[in-house]
Structure formats: structure tokens, C-alpha cells
């Protein structure tokens, strides 16, 4: 074997095919993995913009095997290492060709033929020759569909999911680097992506190669790389040093935030670009020039050894000594996640020696923390913010304070610091309940009712509250009753609770959540009345609950947060700049899978805003990538749908027709493939709330009893709403339950009780389960999780979901549209009652899936 370090462009021009050969997996790639690569890419862009020369960075490998020379002197190679980056890769220059295409910059038809011919395709070559990567069976409908640029590109599967990932990105970063921003990513694609091309010998076992590099063992982290370079270094010095610095510092963190120190050491000096895999190669440039002083070697780790003492401050709050920094640090802990980690330390450093006091660097924690707040009360995207506060402690300026030159910073181009007009719109009109992480969501409601400075406040460490809807998400008709008072002309009772459920105003928190329910407003306020938290008994004083009161509640919470969380003083929105919210409009357009459509007011719910203004900007907006797929409430095209250019062929129909989404001969689109707002949040990867089944809980007494009463409470609902088919759906739970070791029930914590059909694995330690249906009672649906399925082998294959779905799709009364592979479809309750024979059977083949990818103990012990 050979290997050679190259670009992607010296690695796929030529006359040649990569074929991914039929024993590999299909492509499995999801947005965790596409986020880091695009992270990377962005480094690298902005060095390139700015002017500058940045390094190449490394990709990994891809091993190849040559293959039989095709008709026309093509040389087809084997994949046998690296498929999932190659692939990647194709269809990164695919979503960037057709971002090109779809602008209106000069020359753009050219630019986009000339990547499509350079990178994608054998330009004289047909059928499956054409293409340049071939990947393995199941997944080359859709890629070829990408490459082509079909009506069917960007389907649900993870190959449609990756080209739409990147049209979303490239979009997003158009917007806010301009004109000269493609050109700078084909550059980075194509010329500073390193890769080692590994070729084997023609007659090598491909598969014994392939085997071999996939079944390595576990490597060392970065810091036992860093530990023995170190001690290398000191054959002198070494025992004194590793027993009375580095052994004390490594027991007090771990070995996870020993190598979270190490890199944060890089990145306070000035490094803000290492990556966490880079930090040992980093780590030894710096002190390679140490080599042979000993002394110096020892202050080196002398000065990491202090810094993981103000780490611990961060990670633990409550060893920070000064009040108010302590207060500032206990905040940003509890507001979770490791952003705001390089500033802290940058900080704590400067007070700790004494070039700062405290109380300064506890105004600058503020600051981070109403930043970062702001924005999530805003729905502004969390894009690029991991790498703007790792720039921050070496591009602040240094001779101001501490607090002045973090909000100065915080307040340049581009950062984004949400404006006191902007927050409380914000909480007025955006789905509070899909911003941010639940940990953040209840932290803003947790402050918020701090705030009212109770006598007797509630102890949140010790009470079990949960975010609560005062408006139930799934109202009975009294609530729609209410809000029919409110509604404007044209909007219908459902319209306007789709704007408000999610909202700010709307939301709360409380113990009492399944007591809560989906109760008439008047129950609600008993409940709410008995509370210890203030701001439930404001809302239980109040006479009504409906639009008017929720807006009300919601300007009263601005007033709060505002003067909680500071913003930039005096700074106004210039009234040239877009509402942020049109960004998010054509996120969620670019988003969707071919075959889907959604309705005006999905759309206005997902963004804060109404149908109408919705309505709007699609008709005057020219460019916007998928605006035929916006349709009425009804399924149709609206009257008043007009082209702003005649950049697109055909009507509307014909377009989602050739898409794949299905019409009645009236020309209604079908609902299967309607995305509801919560679909669309879903596809912009938002954490929209999973309903909670029991699990998790380590009191297995109480769990049980709790399951119990759950247990109950869903058969209660399920024969009070379901009274015809209840005892037949309840049959077929119970032939679940002995179809095979490991099935059993479990119920959900929501207001309306679910029930999970439950598959627990064996070979998982933690009893980690996966479950293919969850049942709502009172909704009389079947939801078929294959959101969830995504994370859960063997389903994570997105190839054996499709078959799931087809297994599903014949059997009469289900219909599931294949462009929803990646959200929560779902079919009617009664279909469990009228077909279960048919269901228990396709339940049979989803546990005979996941049993056949259960390792054998053998594997299990060998494993570990």
C-alpha cells in the first residue's frame, strides 16, 4: 500500500469513479457530524476572506482499491476506507453548485456548470458511469437525485438531510459575508482539505483492509499524549513534578476535563482556532522550544496546575470565594454548556494575578450571560457563536476594564446582541418553547420568577418543576371557545393558538403538570392559586386566559428580562437591516424534503409572525429557495400566489407534483406530507420537547408505582375517548408485551398520558431502549418515531427505516410519507384495533431487527 497527503480537487480529477463497495453501511453521516466538519469549513472561509493563508485542514483518510477500467478509459477504485467523508464531500459541492445556480450574481449559470462538470460528474459518460462516487446500492437514488439536481434532490433520507444541511448553510453564510463568500468556500473545498489517499495493491484483500482499520482499539486521549511529551522532557524533574502538580491536577478534574483544561490553556494564550483533536500536536509546537530546560518545563505545568484551580471555580461555582463573581459563575453553570468557558477562565486569570478585581469580572460574566440570553429570547441562530467566544480573550481590548471591553466586544459587527425593542418581540411573538435546551428554557423562567423578590422563595434545587402551558398545547373545545373571541377576520380559533401556545407569555412552571392537564382555565387557576411561585399566582388572578392576557403577561415578562439580562445601551435595529425572522423563513424553506409542503400559518408559528405578512413577503420577495411549497391551510395554492421573477418553470403544482407530493383531483395536496411548525423546528435543529416516559428514574419503587398510575391514567383516557376500539387497542399492547423478552409498556409525564411500546436491549448497561410507536389517547394517534430511530442502531440506518415504512404503508389505514423518514408521521389510533394481526406482525420483523444486531456475549466481553 501506498498513501500520499492531497487535496480534494487533485484526489477526484482524472477519468474516474469511487465505488462504494456493497458490504459497507449505507451513508450515516446526521447533523452532529455535519456541524463539525461545517465549523472547520467556516475557520477556514473567514481566514480566506480576510485576506490571509490559512493552513490546510486535515479531513482523514480515504483508502482506496483499484477496480476494473471501465468502457471510455475511466479507472473505477473501490472505497474501501473513508466513504462517509467522500461522500460528504460530493454533496457539499452539490448543495454549493445549486446555491450558485439559484443566485442572481454574474455568471452564476456558468460557475455552477463548471462545478458540476469539475468535481460531480464524467461529463461524456452515461447511466451509472456518469457519476463520479457511486455509493452502495440503497443510497444511490437519492445521491444521483443530488447530483442531478432532480425535482427529488434533498429528500428524508441522510443523503437528502446532508444536501439540504448545506444549502441551509451556504445560504446563511451568504447573508452575512456577502458576495465574494462561495467563491471562498470552493476554495476550501476544493484546495485546503487535506487528505490522506491511501491505494492498495491490486489482488489486496479490500475487505480483510477494511476490517482491519474499523476494528482498532482505544486510543489515547490528547492529554496522556501531552502527560508523556511532557515527562519526556523531564528525566530529572519528572517524579517531584508529576506527584506534587500533575497527579493532584488530574485526580481533582478527570480525565475529560483534564483534556477540557489543556485546550482551554491553548485558547486563553491566544490559540482560539485548535480544535480539541489538535491539542497535543499544538501543545508540543509551543514547548518543543523547552526541550533540555527543565526549570521552565516545571513553570509550564506550574502555570496549567493554577489554571485548573480557577477551572474548577467554573465548573464549580461554589468554590469561587468573592460573592458576586460567585453569583455571575453560578448563573452562567446553570444556564449549561461550555461557551461561555474561555472568557470565564480568561477572567479568573486576570483577577487571580491580580489585573482585575472581582467585581469587574463579575459585571463582564453578566454581560456574557444577557448576551447569550438575549439571543435565545430572540431565536437568533447559535451559529458561529462557539468560535466568536473563543476569539474573544485575545481579541478583547486589553487597556480597558475587564466589564468595558467584553461589552465592547459583544457589541461589534455582526455579533448580534438583541436591543431591548427586539427582546420583548421577541417574547411577544417567537416559540419560546423551541429555543434554546430545556435546561436553558426552565433557567429563564427560574430567574424570571426570582425576579418578584418572594419573601419565601421556592427552593429549585429540591422542587420538581417542569415548563407548563396555561393554553394546552392540545385544547378542548372551551379553550378554542376563548380564544374564538379573540380571533381576527379569517383566523380561526386553531390559528390563533398556534401563535400563542408556545410563547412566553403562555408558559410557566409547576409541579402540578399532569394535574394541569388540558383543564378548562378555571380548574387551572385552583391549582395555580395554591402555588408558591409568583408569577402562577399572577396568572391565576387573572379573569380569563386568551390573546389579550397572554400579550399582557408577555410585556410584563419583557419588562424583566430586560432589566435582568443588559443589553447594548442605546442601540437601535437600523431600519434598513431585515427582521431576523425572514432568515428563519427561508431556513425552514430550504429545510423541507422534496415532497413536503406546509401552510402560511406553520410558517408565521415557526418565526413569530402571522400569516399574513407571511403571505407577503413570499409574493415580493425574489430568490426565496422553496416558496411554492407554502400553501393555504387547506392544502391549495393561494389565489393570490404570484412568481416575483420568472426564475422558475412551471406553476406551483407541477413543481410539487414533480417533487412527489400528491394532489386530489380537486387540487388539494395531501396532509401526510404536510409539515406541521414543530416539523419544520425539528428540520432546523431545534430542541423541540420529546414526551418523557419513565426510564430514567433511578427510585425503581417509585418508578414502578409511578408507571402504574400512569398506566391506568392512559387506559382511563383511551376508553373515555376512544370507547368503540379501546379493549382491542388494549389487546394489542398486551400481545406486545409478550412478543418477545424485553417488550413492555411505558408512559409519558405529559398533560395527556402516551404510551411507549418499549423494546429494552440487552447489551446496553444503562438498559437503553428503543420503541417504534408512541400512543396518544385523547389525539387518537399513532406517532412512528423515526426522529428518534435516527440515534438508535440498527434503525439508524436509514435504509432500514424505509423498509419499516413500506412494511407499514400496506397495511390499510396507515399511509406515512416517505419524505417525513427523519420527523414524527403518524397514523390513526384505530388502526391498532382494526388491523392487528397485520401490526403485530411488521412489530415481530422490528424486533427481529433489532435482536440480530444485538452483539453475543462473546462480542460483549471481548467489548470490554
Same mark, same amino acid.
Given at each position: ?16 469513479? #469511487? ?24 475557520? +477556514? ?21 483499484? *477496480? ?62 456518469? #457519476? ?10 437519492? #445521491? ?113 476535563? +483534564? ?482 423478552? *424485553? ?35 385523547? #389525539? ?35 399511509? +406515512? ?5 427523519? +420527523? ?41
Amino acid at each position: 500500500m501506498r498513501a500520499q497527503e492531497i487535496t480534494f480537487l487533485k484526489l477526484v480529477q482524472g477519468e474516474k469513479q #469511487f465505488q462504494v463497495p456493497l458490504y459497507q453501511r449505507t451513508y450515516s453521516w446526521t447533523r452532529k457530524q455535519l456541524e463539525r466538519l461545517w465549523d472547520d469549513l467556516i475557520d +477556514l472561509t473567514e481566514q480566506q476572506l480576510e485576506g490571509g493563508s490559512p493552513a490546510s485542514h486535515f479531513l482523514g483518510s480515504v483508502v482506496l482499491a483499484p *477496480g476494473q477500467l471501465q468502457a471510455g478509459g475511466v479507472q473505477r477504485w473501490l472505497v474501501v476506507d473513508g466513504q462517509q467523508r467522500l461522500t460528504t464531500l460530493m454533496l457539499a459541492f452539490a448543495a454549493l453548485r445549486d446555491h450558485i445556480r439559484d443566485s442572481a450574481a454574474e455568471g452564476s449559470v456558468r460557475i455552477a456548470d463548471r462545478i458540476h462538470r469539475q468535481y460531480l460528474v464524467n461529463e461524456f459518460l452515461e447511466g451509472d458511469e456518469h #457519476f463520479r462516487l457511486l455509493p452502495t446500492q440503497a443510497d444511490r437514488a437519492s #445521491f444521483g437525485a443530488c447530483i442531478s439536481n432532480s425535482p427529488r434532490s434533498g429528500g428524508a433520507d441522510n443523503i437528502g438531510a446532508s444536501y439540504r444541511f448545506f444549502r441551509g448553510v451556504l445560504a446563511s453564510g451568504q447573508d452575512q459575508y456577502g458576495e465574494e463568500w462561495t467563491a471562498s468556500v470552493e476554495v476550501v473545498l476544493r484546495d485546503l482539505l487535506s487528505i490522506v489517499e491511501i491505494t492498495a495493491e491490486r489482488g489486496d484483500n479490500v475487505y480483510r483492509i477494511f476490517e482491519s482499520i474499523n476494528n482498532t482499539g482505544v486510543g489515547l486521549s490528547q492529554s496522556d499524549l501531552l502527560r508523556n511529551y511532557v515527562f519526556m522532557l523531564l528525566p530529572g524533574r519528572g517524579e517531584r513534578v508529576y506527584a506534587q502538580l500533575w497527579l493532584p491536577m488530574q485526580q481533582q478534574l478527570g480525565p475529560k476535563n +483534564l483534556e477540557l483544561l489543556v485546550w482551554l490553556d491553548l485558547v486563553v494564550r491566544g490559540e482560539s482556532k485548535t480544535k480539541q483533536t489538535d491539542i497535543y500536536r499544538v501543545q508540543q509546537q509551543r514547548l518543543e522550544p523547552l526541550a533540555g530546560n527543565e526549570e521552565a518545563l516545571e513553570k509550564e505545568v506550574g502555570e496549567l496546575a493554577r489554571r485548573a484551580e480557577l477551572l474548577r471555580r467554573i465548573l464549580d461555582p461554589g468554590l469561587e470565594p468573592h460573592d458576586e463573581l460567585r453569583r455571575a459563575l453560578r448563573h452562567l453553570a446553570d444556564w449549561g454548556g461550555r461557551i461561555h468557558y474561555p472568557i470565564a477562565l480568561h477572567l479568573l486569570d486576570l483577577v487571580d494575578s491580580g489585573r482585575a478585581e472581582a467585581g469587574e469580572a463579575a459585571e463582564a460574566l453578566s454581560y456574557v450571560e444577557g448576551f447569550l440570553v438575549r439571543r435565545m429570547l430572540c431565536q437568533a441562530s447559535t451559529q458561529s457563536l462557539n468560535r466568536l467566544f473563543m476569539s474573544m480573550p485575545g481579541d478583547m481590548e486589553s487597556d480597558r476594564s475587564p466589564a468595558e471591553a467584553v461589552q465592547r466586544y459583544l457589541l461589534g459587527r455582526r455579533r448580534g446582541w438583541p436591543t431591548d425593542a427586539e427582546v420583548a418581540e421577541g417574547i411577544r411573538s417567537k416559540p419560546f418553547y423551541w429555543n434554546g435546551q430545556a435546561q436553558q428554557r426552565a433557567y429563564v423562567l427560574r430567574r424570571l420568577e426570582e425576579s418578584y423578590g418572594s419573601m419565601e422563595p421556592v427552593d429549585f434545587d429540591k422542587a420538581r418543576l417542569t415548563v407548563e402551558h396555561v393554553l394546552p398545547q392540545r385544547p378542548a373545545q372551551a379553550w378554542l371557545d376563548i380564544l374564538a373571541e379573540d380571533a381576527d377576520d379569517g383566523q380561526t380559533p386553531q390559528d390563533l393558538h398556534d401563535l400563542l401556545v408556545h410563547t412566553l407569555g403562555n408558559l410557566t412552571l409547576s409541579a402540578e403538570n399532569s394535574k394541569l392537564s388540558n383543564h378548562p382555565f378555571e380548574r387551572k387557576q385552583q391549582i395555580l392559586e395554591a402555588s408558591s411561585l409568583r408569577m402562577n399566582q399572577e396568572i391565576a388572578a387573572t379573569r380569563r386566559w386568551g390573546r389579550k392576557e397572554i400579550l399582557k403577561r408577555a410585556g410584563n415578562l419583557a419588562a424583566r428580562a430586560i432589566s435582568l439580562w443588559p443589553g447594548p445601551q442605546g442601540e437601535q435595529r437600523v431600519d434598513s437591516e431585515e427582521w431576523s425572522g425572514w432568515a428563519d423563513l427561508r431556513a425552514a424553506l430550504i429545510a423541507m424534503p422534496a415532497g413536503t409542503w406546509t401552510t402560511y400559518g406553520d410558517i408565521a408559528e415557526l418565526i413569530g409572525s402571522h400569516p399574513v405578512p407571511v403571505g407577503n413577503f413570499l409574493a415580493t420577495k425574489s430568490g426565496v429557495h422553496g416558496a411554492y411549497r407554502v400553501l393555504t391551510a387547506a392544502g391549495r395554492v393561494s389565489g393570490s400566489f404570484r412568481w416575483s421573477k420568472d426564475e422558475h418553470g412551471g406553476s406551483p403544482l407541477s413543481l410539487l407534483h414533480a417533487e412527489g407530493v400528491p394532489f386530489d383531483a380537486s387540487g388539494k395536496a395531501r396532509s401526510s406530507h404536510r409539515l406541521t411548525a414543530e416539523d419544520l423546528a425539528s428540520l432546523l435543529g431545534k430542541e423541540v420537547p420529546e414526551t418523557e416516559t419513565s426510564s430514567d428514574s433511578s427510585n425503581a419503587a417509585a418508578t414502578n408505582m409511578t408507571i402504574d398510575a400512569r398506566g391506568t391514567r392512559f387506559t382511563e383516557l383511551l376508553r373515555a375517548n376512544r370507547p368503540d376500539a379501546a379493549e382491542a387497542i388494549l389487546a394489542f399492547l398486551r400481545a406486545w408485551e409478550g412478543l418477545a423478552p *424485553g417488550c413492555h409498556l411505558d408512559y409519558g409525564k405529559a398533560t395527556e398520558t402516551s404510551c411507549f411500546l418499549m423494546l429494552r436491549k440487552k447489551s446496553s448497561s444503562r438498559a437503553a431502549a428503543i420503541w417504534p410507536f408512541t400512543l396518544y389517547p385523547v #389525539f387518537g394517534t399513532v406517532e412512528v418515531v423515526f426522529q428518534y430511530m435516527r440515534s438508535r442502531p440498527p434503525f439508524d440506518d436509514s435504509g432500514l427505516r424505509q423498509d419499516f415504512m413500506s412494511r407499514l404503508n400496506a397495511i390499510p389505514g396507515i399511509e +406515512l410519507a416517505e419524505a417525513k423518514l427523519e +420527523l414524527r408521521p403518524s397514523f390513526p389510533l384505530e388502526v391498532l384495533a382494526n388491523r392487528p394481526e397485520e401490526l403485530l406482525g411488521v412489530m415481530s420483523w422490528f424486533v427481529q431487527q433489532v435482536t440480530a444486531h444485538e452483539p453475543s456475549e462473546e462480542q460483549e466481553k471481548f467489548s470490554l
